[in-house]
């Protein structure tokens, strides 16, 4: 049951059409794991706080550097050298008092990827291909959402993954793009918020899913795209996991 303070701080959101009391009790109710807490993370960990849901996981090995401060939102000067995770854990508690962040510093590797998903609906917030096809594959042998986001520069792309449904992460990418990516801060804000947005629709129940599409942004001309996406019928992924 929603406390009066949790009905104070969410009225705004209760009052949205097919959202209501129920609604935020299912957000309360909710888990999810952000793989990340750069500046996809950033977005996607504090719009998720705010909005109340209950149990968030945040899973990166990285420590904050100096050059992560132009779209990394959730760190600062005074956390450069500590942990993401504890600087994001820090600052999303200070956010919102009422709901449970678990710090996990780790590298995920094919090692530790199971341990460290269990059953959470996973947020894709990470910057290279290899890893976000581990997780891929954990969630199509889980049968797992999969909230994927991606930046370059000022372009960036998201779609939801829910397996059995829609084409999996390795039906849209094959090749590795090379070496540190290029961004600035707003393209993580833009798709960080749609992936959040994502998450919110999908635990609550409400709207249309970003399945089967792939949303395209471009930031300097300013436009969103939208093109449909199909299972590659080669898929291995796709065909182990059935």
Known sequence: MLSQQELARYERQIMIPDWGEAGQEKLKQAKIMVAGAGGLGSAVLTCLAVAGVGRIRIIDGDRVDLSNLNRQTLHSDKDIGRKKVDSAKERLEALNEDIRIEAVGQTITEENVLDLVADFPIVDALDNLPTRLLLNRVALRRNLPLFHGAVYGFEGRATTIIPGQTP???????????????????TPAVIGCVQATEVIKYIIGIGELLTN???IYDGLSLRFSETKLRKDPDCAECQSSQ
């Open 168 to 186: 999996c992460l390795r039906c849209l990418y094959q090749g590795v793009l090379p070496g540190r990516i290029p961004v600035v801060g707003v």
């Open 213 to 215: 599409r792939l949303l």
